[in-house]
């Protein structure tokens, strides 16, 4: 599909056999071209049915141009019917948005090229006569419908760095204290406030080992320490 919703249509039909009759084949267009695998075909249009005489043809492909598919109204909208004379194992049928548009509603199956979205169809063992309807409800991207996901990409991304920065702070903070004396930092970074004979019980230390731990936090001012009764209450400070 071009930026002016005109439609290059390229059709290619593969036949179990070779083909050495006439097929009619409806749709309406110009700049019509038909070839096989080994060349340009003869054809004869007239009145929106193509007549092609293949040549013991094992491989069709028409390209051409449409002017009449998309429909503008309060919303875009490419619609086209097919049907052919003949027996068709396999079609397949791929419509190409212009740059810039998105698809709100289709009977075909949505994807992209990495530039524009595609919309595709696969049909098996249709039979003669027998009508498929392609259908895109299709509309312009909005420069706030991308911000608003870029906003919130861009804060996810910010919370994530702030996370992984802060941890690595934290890992570098720690090189400085023994394991005993970071497992005692760790619990006071979750309760905040603890009595210290909790944290010697919770870790199987001695007091004496637990003393000189919260000496040297206090030295290093992370600490607040309250005497209360026969132990303390130890307060995190940062």
């Given at each position: 599909?071009?930026?002016?919703?005109?439609?290059?249509?390229?059709?290619?039909?593969?036949?179990?056999s070779?083909?050495?009759?006439?097929?009619?084949?409806?749709f309406?267009?110009?700049?019509?071209?038909?070839?096989?695998?080994?060349?340009?075909?003869?054809?004869?249009?007239?009145?929106?049915?193509?007549?092609?005489?293949?040549?013991?043809?094992?491989?069709?492909?028409?390209?051409?141009?449409?002017?009449?598919?998309?429909?503008?109204?309060?919303?875009?909208?490419?619609?086209?019917q097919?049907?052919?004379?003949?027996?068709?194992?396999?079609?397949?049928?791929?419509?190409?948005?212009?740059?810039?548009?998105?698809?709100?509603?289709?009977?075909?199956?949505?994807?992209?090229?990495?530039?524009?979205?595609?919309?595709?169809w696969?049909?098996?063992n249709?039979?003669?006569?027998?009508?498929?309807t392609?259908?895109?409800?299709?509309?312009?991207?909005?420069?706030?419908?991308?911000?608003?996901?870029?906003?919130?990409?861009f804060?996810?991304?910010?919370?994530?760095?702030?996370?992984?920065?802060?941890?690595?702070?934290?890992?570098?903070?720690?090189?400085?204290?023994?394991?005993?004396?970071?497992?005692?930092i760790?619990?006071?970074?979750?309760?905040?406030?603890?009595?210290?004979?909790?944290?010697?019980?919770?870790?199987?230390?001695?007091?004496?080992?637990?003393?000189?731990?919260?000496?040297?936090?206090q030295?290093?001012?992370?600490?607040?320490?309250?005497?209360?009764?026969?132990?303390?209450?130890?307060?995190?400070?940062?």
């Amino acid at each position: 599909m071009q930026n002016d919703f005109s439609v290059i249509e390229n059709i290619t039909i593969k036949f179990d056999s070779p083909v050495n009759k006439e097929l009619n084949y409806m749709f309406s267009g110009y700049d019509i071209s038909v070839s096989d695998e080994n060349g340009k075909l003869d054809y004869i249009f007239d009145e929106n049915i193509i007549k092609i005489f293949p040549r013991n043809s094992t491989e069709l492909i028409i390209s051409f141009h449409s002017n009449d598919l998309v429909y503008k109204n309060e919303f875009l909208l490419f619609f086209t019917q097919f049907s052919t004379e003949f027996s068709i194992e396999k079609l397949n049928i791929e419509v190409k948005l212009p740059e810039g548009y998105v698809v709100s509603q289709t009977s075909g199956i949505t994807g992209s090229d990495g530039k524009r979205i595609t919309v595709k169809w696969n049909f098996e063992n249709v039979k003669p006569k027998e009508e498929k309807t392609l259908s895109i409800r299709f509309e312009k991207l909005e420069k706030t419908d991308i911000v608003f996901p870029l906003v919130i990409a861009f804060v996810i991304i910010i919370f994530f760095l702030i996370r992984y920065y802060k941890k690595r702070e934290h890992e570098k903070f720690l090189m400085g204290f023994s394991e005993d004396e970071r497992k005692v930092i760790e619990i006071l970074k979750e309760k905040k406030e603890i009595y210290q004979n909790k944290i010697e019980k919770d870790l199987h230390f001695s007091r004496a080992k637990m003393t000189r731990i919260v000496a040297k936090l206090q030295e290093k001012k992370l600490i607040d320490k309250k005497k209360k009764g026969r132990t303390n209450k130890i307060i995190w400070k940062s």
